[in-house]
């Protein structure tokens, strides 16, 4: 199959949503990730997209609107607290995990009776909704357990020859994955954690807790690991003392170290260095991508992130996740 790139205008998105209806699958830009939309009312579709990630059969997918006034079209169950996080957030960066209704498919949410929503505020994403008219399932559009693609060069890396069509929206203003979070008590709980962090999900709801090992089964694709680089990654996290000793001693190992770092690390020698912003924005913003750059110019990455777990929750959990909980 010959995979189009096409920027996102009234032509390409009247193709898309010609393959959509056609039951297919076409990778589209969101503010957080490039995601891998299908109909999530046709099981058929669905199951291309796992299969074009190699994605765990028990994973489900998030499905996304394009207006809340849609919601129904996903659920017959909004609780108050998604209400309020929808309200205080969407169009964003957050997903909502409910009751899911009878249209959508068994294969969107992997057998749970649940289904995880979104409404992103890309302004592409949700035009492309729109035209489509229903609800589109979408993961994010790399191959399963890779970093995820915030642009539109790194999807076609992953996926041609497996799809049609990517349109291209440009580079992914958040760049990591949005927050999920189960309404479905009387507390929100974090399923993952994304830009909207617990401390602002907690100030308008009034408190927030984490998934425990007992709600892993909730939000199966917690238990995977995600976000690696082909090649071996270390991270290291609010003190840069001693980093370009290790990253010295790496390199007389042989090593090709490349260096993800702020302004503070341009003075450490290593073989390539990234720069990923002063901000945990971004950070958040780069951090995919550079992984993907990374693996291409040495044989080792090493991380730098000088902010505190507090700053950067979704950070923390993605460079943990991306580097197997190695740190250096
Ligand atoms: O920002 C995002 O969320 C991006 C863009 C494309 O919207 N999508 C995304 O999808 O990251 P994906 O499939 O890569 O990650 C979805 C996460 C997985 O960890 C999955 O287990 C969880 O959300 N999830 C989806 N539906 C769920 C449900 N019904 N219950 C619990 N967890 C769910
Ligand atoms: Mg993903």
Redesign the pocket.
């Known amino acids: 199959m010959e995979t189009q790139i096409k920027k996102v205008d009234e032509n390409s998105i009247s193709l898309g949503k010609e393959i959509i209806l056609g039951g297919g699958i076409v990778a589209i830009p969101?503010e957080?990730?490039?995601?891998l939309a299908a109909s999530a009312y046709d099981n058929n579709a669905v199951e291309k997209v796992f299969i074009a990630k190699g994605r765990p059969q028990d994973?489900?997918?998030?499905v996304?609107l394009s207006k809340v006034e849609d919601l129904y079209k996903a659920t017959d169950c909004p609780t108050k607290i998604a209400e309020q996080l929808l309200r205080a957030f969407s169009p964003g960066?957050i997903?909502v995990?409910l009751h899911?209704n009878s249209y959508i498919c068994e294969r969107v949410?992997a057998g749970?009776d649940?289904?995880?929503i979104?409404i992103?505020s890309h302004k592409d994403a949700r035009a492309f909704i729109e035209a489509c008219g229903i609800p589109l399932a979408?993961?994010?559009?790399n191959t399963s357990k890779r970093p995820?693609p915030t642009n539109a060069g790194d999807v076609y890396n992953d996926m041609n020859g497996k799809i049609p069509l990517i349109l291209d929206g440009g580079q992914c203003e958040i760049g990591i994955?949005?927050t999920?979070v189960?309404c479905m008590g009387d507390t929100p709980i974090i399923?993952?954690t994304?830009k909207i962090t617990s401390e602002m999900i907690k100030e308008v709801c009034g408190s927030v807790s984490f998934a425990t090992s007992n709600s892993v089964v909730?939000?199966?694709?917690?238990k995977y690991t995600h976000y690696a680089p082909k090649c071996k990654m270390y991270c290291r996290f609010m003190d840069i003392l001693g980093l370009e000793e290790k990253i010295q001693q790496l390199s007389n190992m042989g090593e090709k170290v490349v260096l993800l770092g702020d302004s503070s690390c341009k003075k450490i020698s290593c073989h390539h260095f990234i720069y990923l912003g002063d901000s945990v924005e971004q950070y958040m913003k780069e951090y995919f991508s550079a992984l993907r750059d990374g693996e291409r110019k040495g044989s080792v990455i090493v991380c730098y992130i000088p902010f505190s777990e507090k700053e950067g929750e979704g950070l923390y959990n993605r460079a943990l996740k991306s580097c197997g909980g190695n740190t250096i």
């Open positions: 969101t957080t990730v490039y995601g994973n489900p997918l998030i996304h960066p997903t995990v899911k949410s749970l649940t289904v995880g979104r992103p979408a993961p994010s559009a995820s994955e949005s999920v189960d399923l993952r994304g909730r939000s199966p694709g917690m």
